[in-house]
Nanobody, 124 residues
């Protein structure tokens, strides 16, 4: 079992940057595809980005391509989401998730473990 704890959220202005972190427990972190999802008020949870076990491959939602970067450090059991040029529409609770599948999946039901989320609010 994997436990995930997100941190790094906050209130920022449009155009600012934030770096989200997700700390994972357990010795098998490198066995999981790691993803970030977000959920805005009144909306469904949406895929943001994911990274393969080795970190060799990534996938992004079209809305964040070129602005967000996902990375991982398997030695530290950490996954990160660097968010640049933030926009008000990026406001949401951001969740870290772990998937035991081999390939990246962009639907939330494919992920096995979830963190509690961290709030990101971008003011205009």
């Amino acid at each position: 079992q994997v436990q995930l704890v997100e941190s790094g959220g906050g209130l920022v202005q449009a155009g600012d940057s934030l770096r989200l972190s997700c700390a994972a427990s357990g010795p098998t972190f490198s066995s999981y595809v790691m993803g970030w999802f977000r959920q805005a008020p009144g909306k469904e949870r949406a895929f943001v980005a994911a990274i393969m076990r080795s970190g060799a491959g990534t996938k992004y939602a079209d809305s964040v391509k070129g602005r967000f970067t996902i990375s991982r450090d398997n030695a530290k059991n950490m996954v990160y989401l660097q968010m640049n040029n933030l926009k008000p529409e990026d406001t949401a609770v951001y969740y870290c998730a772990a998937d035991s599948a081999v390939l990246i999946r962009s639907y939330s039901s494919g992920y096995d473990y979830w963190g509690q989320g961290t709030q990101v609010t971008v003011s205009s």
